[in-house]
């Protein structure tokens, strides 16, 4: 055997069984969804035979166009809000001494650990109708003393943020971390303020951590499911919740999966321009060393 | 040259709104008030509730079972698939690492939908099995990613230093490989191990009538059990985060 051809036998043994794995579990079940979304329903929540699109008309109905437009913004919002939140946290942990880094990293990283429904559910502990919260905006009469602050998409907002914030703040602190403070330094020198010097110093030079923290951010905000089921109620829904409905509730597999094959269109668009855009920068500066 | 004061003002209170609501939801398990609302003296009342719960426990050890599973099987799936890209610079590793990708990416209430139709769809039964299945799916690549890291730093030569010096590659991988990829062993076992115990959205779609894991049965507590209770079994779960993270923390340290 020659080299080659035995270095291809071993490219293959190593390759062979995750390749399988996700050829079976992520691109089968892909195209699974798309046929079953061009499958007429049967009156038994299956599947029948032959093709209809059915499904795919669904989509307009009026009532989606809300939801979808919900789904946006707030994964709009959330994802601005968060990086508005991380940027500055983010520098603040790169210029602490290695202590403190350590120490608000770990801060950081505790609720990135900890149980997703348990820090939603805390939040349903936080606003609910009688908690502290509630009681102390009523006294002051910044809400009505029957209003409620669950079950409304300033909620789903607010806990969309709460989640996400982790996934936004460790990639920007990675940046962050190797940013040179001395620019910031020299941008002051020669006379910005340290607002301006933040803003077109430092912002620019974390760009790759920015935009890895949006994607990690808008890309699963899109399709959040939990946490607008948990503290959205039916004026918070979001797309999943719809999918979800489809799913469970009417037993309605092809209008589910062509809600979930739109969803993957929506949700690949933002990924492949990221690719592009990144390959337009390698190809216009190509990576020789540090690309500063 | 004065700084700002801003940065540091918003940190702070980006820490206090991620540790308010945890706060509160501890505090709010030893409070003897059956609602929560008041304060009504300290009481461990619902921990005692707690521990008489089967079905939490039934579910725990489901959970337990599956994310051992899942564990073992992503950390082998994830290492060979780490090598073959840290190895081969081919077209096929670039297929191979862009489907290892969409795991990392897709939103999970995707995967579940998709998974749940394709196990319909084959006649897989859903219980068991089928978690721990779409839970090697997602944690595979979080795997791949940690160990590929590990990876970057290892010089490929020292293997070839073993070869040369008589070593069969069987040897020369357990001797020289496995020593100085253990710690992103480690780190990629531990992800893998907390996606599975913490994983709810996919769960939920396949897990189907038969299995019910932790975070299910906590979903189902939230929509209809009692809140005290579940305040109790959210400072167990936070000790546990508390206690992994550090200890995982002190590890890192070590390792420096």
């Known amino acids: ?292 | 040259m004065r700084r700002s004061r801003l940065p540091a003002a918003v940190t702070v209170a980006v820490l206090a709104f991620l540790y308010l609501p945890i706060l509160v939801l501890v505090v709010n398990s030893f409070n003897a008030s059956r609602f929560g609302t008041t304060w009504q003296g300290w009481s461990l009342v619902w921990y005692a509730r707690l521990a008489a719960e089967r079905d939490v426990w039934a579910a725990l050890r489901v959970t337990l079972v599956v994310a051992v599973a899942s564990t073992v099987v992503s950390l082998a799936l994830g290492t060979t698939a780490a090598l073959a890209i840290h190895r081969h610079a081919t077209r096929l590793q670039r297929v191979h690492s862009l489907l290892l990708s969409v795991p990392l990416v897709m939103p999970e209430i995707l995967m579940g939908v998709s998974l749940l139709l394709f196990f319909a769809a084959l006649g897989v039964p859903l219980g068991v099995l089928s978690i721990v299945l779409a839970h090697v799916t997602f944690s595979l690549s979080f795997v791949a990613m940690v160990v590929l890291g590990r990876l970057q730093g290892f010089e490929e030569s020292l293997i070839e230093a073993a070869r040369d010096l008589g070593a069969g590659p069987w040897t020369a991988a357990r001797r020289v490989l496995l020593p100085a990829l253990a710690p992103g062993l480690v780190a990629g076992a531990l992800l893998a191990f907390t996606l599975s115990v913490d994983d709810f959205v996919i769960t939920f779609f396949v897990a189907g009538p038969g299995a019910t894991t932790l975070p299910i049965r906590i979903y189902s507590m939230i929509k209809h059990g009692s809140p005290p209770v579940i305040s109790a079994l959210s400072t167990l779960l936070l000790l546990v985060t508390f206690a992994a993270v550090a200890a995982s923390q002190r590890l890192i340290e070590r390792e420096r």
């Open chain 1, 1 to 292: 055997m020659t080299t080659a051809a035995s270095r291809r036998a071993g490219e293959w043994c190593l390759t062979a069984p995750s390749l399988a794995w996700l050829v079976a579990l992520v691109l089968l079940p892909t195209l699974v969804v798309v046929a079953i979304a061009l499958r007429p329903a049967d009156p038994y929540g299956g599947v029948g035979t032959g093709w209809t699109l059915d499904g795919v008309r669904a989509l307009a109905r009026p009532a989606y166009a809300a939801i979808a437009w919900r789904t946006a913004w707030l994964s709009f919002v959330t994802t601005a809000l968060c990086l508005i939140l991380a940027t500055p946290m983010a520098y603040v942990m790169a210029r602490a001494g290695a202590a403190w880094r350590r120490r608000l990293l770990l801060l950081v990283v505790v609720p990135f650990w900890t149980s997703l429904l348990v820090r939603i559910f805390a939040w349903k502990v936080v606003l609910h109708p009688d908690g502290a919260i509630k009681r102390a905006l009523a006294a002051v009469h910044l809400v009505d003393p029957s209003a409620t602050l669950l079950y409304n998409p300033g909620a789903v907002l607010l806990v969309m943020v709460y989640t996400s914030l982790p996934f936004a703040i460790l990639p920007i602190y990675a940046a962050a971390e190797r940013f040179d403070f001395a620019l910031l330094e020299a941008a002051r020198d020669l006379g910005a303020t340290s607002s301006v010097a933040f803003r077109s110093v430092f912002v620019p030079g974390i760009g790759r951590g920015l935009a890895g923290a949006a994607l990690l951010v808008f890309i699963p905000s899109l399709g959040s499911y939990i946490v607008p089921d948990l503290v959205g109620g039916p004026g918070g829904e979001m797309v999943g919740n719809v999918i979800a409905q489809r799913v469970f509730v009417d037993r309605d597999l092809p209008h589910a999966s062509a809600l979930s094959a739109a969803l993957t269109l929506v949700v690949l668009a933002p990924i492949v321009a990221a690719l592009a855009l990144r390959a337009r920068e390698e190809t216009i500066a190509p990576p020789k060393g540090d690309p500063r």
